[in-house]
Every structure is written in C-alpha cells, then in structure tokens.
C-alpha cells in the first residue's frame, strides 16, 4: 500500500502524518517543550539502590530520577549477581533511556546501549548479529547476515541488528551505516570520559529526522513539508545519511495548511474521542488507563443482515480493522484488551483473530497477541516507549479529576448540609452561614431543595444566605462563617 509522509512544522511543535489509502494511518507529535528522551545517553549518578526490588534509582538530571532494574544491566547478564554487588550509592553510570516518563513512572534505563542506523541498529557491548523478526524468509535472514558479516571490519567488538528497510539495501549502503555508527559511538564515548553526572551524552534525531530514518519506504511515494527552512535541513540530512530518499522530499507551499488539505485536523479530533463509528453502523468504545486500555465492540445501529451471528461477525471482522488502525494513530500501548461481541461459532473467533493479526503486520511496533480467553476477550501488549497521543495532547479534566463524570447538583447540596451541621457544632457562635457553590447548585436549594435548607437553618437556629460563584465547579463550594 503506497503512502504519503505529511510534515507540518511550526516553531515549537512538530506534526507527523502518515496517509495511507485517503486515510491517516499514524500520528506522532513532539513538542520543543517536551521532546521524548527514549534513544539518549546520560552520564548518570547512582542515587539510591534497592535490594529489595533488585533495582536502582538513577539521577540523569530530569525532574524524577529515573529507574534502572538488574535485568536492564548489560554487564550482568552471565555472571546474575544481585545489584547491591554491583552499583554503589554516587557512583557515574553510563545509561540509555529505553521507556519516556510515563504517568507518575519515571524514566527506565538500560546499560545495553543500541544506536540505531536507517539500515541497522548498533550494539557496542554484543557481539552478536541479529536480523529484524519482521523480515520472516530463512533464506533472506540468512544472506544478509553473511552480507553483514563480510562488511563489519574486523576490529568491531559489538554487534549489528539488521532492519527491516536493509532488505533491498546495497552494500554500499550498509557500508555507511556501518561507518557512521561506529563514528557516532566514538564520539559518545570520547564525551564520557570527562562527563560530569548527571550530563546529557547524546540525544536522539528530530522527530523529523526519525521519520526519514524510520518510517520512509519503498511504499512511500513522497514527504511533504510544509516549512522551507526544515524542508531544507531534511534534504541536507538526506543527502548525508540516505540519499536515496532526497528525491521524494518535496516542500508544501500551498495557501492551505497541509493538515487541513488531507483532512488530518479532523482525525486528530477523532483520536481524542472515546467513540470511533464503523461504517456498518457498529462502534468501538476506547477507555485508557494507567493499568490498561481496554476496547469495547459494540453492533450500534447495524442490521445488515437477517442472521443475528453473521452480524455480529461482519462487525467483529470490521472492527478488527479498525482497532489495528487505532493502535497506531492513538499510539496506545502496555497492556490491552479487546472485548468483541461474542460469537458462538468457533470458526469465526479464528478468522477474526486472523483479520486482526493481519492488520496488525502493518505496525512498525513490536506487538503480542493471545487468543480469546474463557470469558471472550482478547488480550494484547504493544510496546510503549512514549507517551500516547491523548496523554500528549490533553491532561486531566479539572472538574472531574480524570473521573469522566461529577457528582450531580444534588449530591453536592446533601454533602453543603452535612458540612453545615458540622460547622455549627464546631463554631457556635457564628451568627450566619453562607453558602459559596455553582449556579446548577444554588438553584437546587432554590427549588427543589429549599424545605431541606429551611429545615436545617430552623434546626441549628441561625440564618443561612446563599451565594453563585461562577468561576466554582460544580463539585466545589465553600462555607463562610458571618
């Protein structure tokens, strides 16, 4: 399936599209503000170590320090001794990031470093050359390791992982690779030995540049960038690094903005919603969490057909779909389940699984699938290394703390009573009692609610007065003692 690469640059952001069909397949945003660490190096300081947990807290110079486990050192992988043994309080590490700060979790790291090339990803400490799980012929995985190891100069103590897009590379291309990662790991490594922790040692390309390197194909027909400046930068970087794919970068200079010209803006609106509409009439429902996403299949309004099961399969089948397409464009990871309409016939949970495996071949990001389970769900993990588009774009709602609801007008006026009881209990001389709430709150005491306050202000035998505060939520409300 061809597709189109879509770059909309402004001075502290960067958007990615990526259009497959008419269709935006893939969302990704970095904000000068808050640019992902996954791919840096730190000369860090070990700040406390938990035997406990056989894990360690790293300071590397970010707002929580960041978090390291045993299984994450390289240097331990054989001789597994505990990590009390093997890191001390103030000692430098050198560290990469593997997983962004996520939620209230900070950073995790790694001492294996990986640098990764368009073609390869460069293992300094392994020895060891490995090819990309996604590139499944025996005999092709076999001829571009010998390829590779006809390549590497004889000095390299580490190791390669060939990728996917090195398939139809040609040596010479794998040559470069191989020269410029070596080169960069130099350079890292001249800059350690003097480094002061904790001190940033490398970070990771641009967004953009990542799009070059990562996701430019033989699919992809062009990328358009809608600023001269950074469209300029991306085809000197092209040049230098993979010049094959300098002819398809094309500046936008159009009057209308590029996102809004393939419908993108829309999309994004979409990906904040958690109700994605089928064609047929059915709809998913998307709820994230800390713990887990979970995705709900609903039928809707669809009766396309007299036979309730072959409904429900053609939805199941559609909304497999869509899911693999949403995983992508939501960047949702961890773990996941999917809960399906439920389908009697055995032969159709397989052929829905099976649709859904094969939308999912389409995902540049390592994913797990295991079949239905006994109560019919379907569960998943995606690799999470940053954070998700909602967690990007959005935070939590002020009203509601991130609950999705608020309590009614009602239950706040019941909860204003209690609290009036209580204070006149506390505070016997106070004269007066005012309420500071919502309009929605204020009007129930009004109406509605009028006899209860009477009764109360007869009952603690003092004047309560009422007042709107625009500005309060519904939930909020204060009570001034006069």
Request: with cysteine; glycine share 6%; aromatic share 6%.
């Amino acid at each position: 399936m061809s597709e189109e690469v879509l770059i909309n640059v402004t001075p502290r952001e960067t958007r990615v599209a990526v259009v497959a069909a008419g269709v935006v397949q893939e969302l990704l945003i970095e904000r000068a503000s808050g640019r992902g660490l996954v791919g840096n190096l730190y000369m860090g300081r070990v700040a406390r170590v938990l035997p406990g947990m056989q894990s360690a807290f790293i300071d590397i110079g970010l707002e929580r320090a960041a978090f390291l486990h045993v299984a994450d050192i390289w240097e331990n992988r054989e001789p597994g001794k505990p990590i009390e043994k093997i890191l001390a309080e103030g000692s430098p590490l050198l560290v990469q990031v593997v997983k962004d700060p996520l939620g209230s979790k900070g950073a995790r790291l790694s001492t294996q470093v990986s640098l990764a090339g368009r073609l390869l990803v460069y293992l300094p400490h392994d020895p060891h050359i490995g090819i990309s799980q996604k590139i499944e012929d025996e005999n092709g995985r076999a001829q571009l390791r010998d390829r590779l190891k006809e390549l590497v100069p004889a000095d390299e103590k580490g190791g390669f992982i060939v990728r996917t897009l090195a398939e139809a590379a040609a040596e010479e291309e794998l040559a470069a690779d191989i020269a410029y990662l070596r080169q960069l790991w130099a350079t890292i490594r001249s800059r350690s030995l003097g480094a002061r922790p904790p001190e940033l040692l490398y970070q990771d390309l641009s967004l953009a540049q990542r799009v070059l390197r990562d996701m430019v194909s033989a699919a992809t027909q062009r990328v358009l960038v809608d600023s001269r400046e950074n469209h300029q930068k991306l085809v000197a970087f092209a040049q230098r690094y993979m010049p094959q794919l300098a002819a398809r970068l094309e500046h936008y200079a159009g009057e209308r903005p590029l996102f809004d010209l393939y419908s993108v803006e829309d999309e994004i609106e979409k990906a904040l919603s958690r109700r994605v509409d089928l064609k047929s009439g059915g709809y998913l429902i998307i709820d994230q969490t800390e713990a887990m996403t979970t995705i709900d299949v609903n039928t809707g309004g669809y009766v396309g057909s007299r036979n309730f099961d072959d409904t429900i399969f053609k939805t199941n089948l559609e909304a497999s779909q869509a899911i693999a397409r949403q995983l992508r464009l939501r960047n949702l990871g961890g773990i996941i389940v999917l809960d399906f309409i439920d389908m009697q016939s055995e032969s159709h949970r397989a052929a829905v699984l099976e649709e859904f495996k094969r939308a999912l071949a389409r995902d540049r990001t390592r994913v797990t699938v295991n079949g239905f389970t006994a109560l019919g769900l379907v569960e998943m993990t995606r690799k999470r290394t940053r954070e998700s588009l909602a967690h990007v774009l959005c935070e939590p709602c002020p009203t509601c703390g991130a609950r999705g609801e608020v309590k009614t007008a009602f239950t706040v006026c019941y909860e204003i009573l209690r609290e009036i009881l209580r204070e006149a209990r506390a505070f016997n001389e106070a004269r007066e009692f005012r309420i500071l709430a919502s309009q929605s709150v204020i009007d129930r005491f009004l109406e509605e609610e009028a006899p209860s306050l009477e009764m109360l202000s007869q009952f603690i035998g003092k004047r309560v007065t009422m007042q709107v505060e625009s500005s309060y939520t519904q939930e909020q409300f204060d009570i001034v003692l006069m």
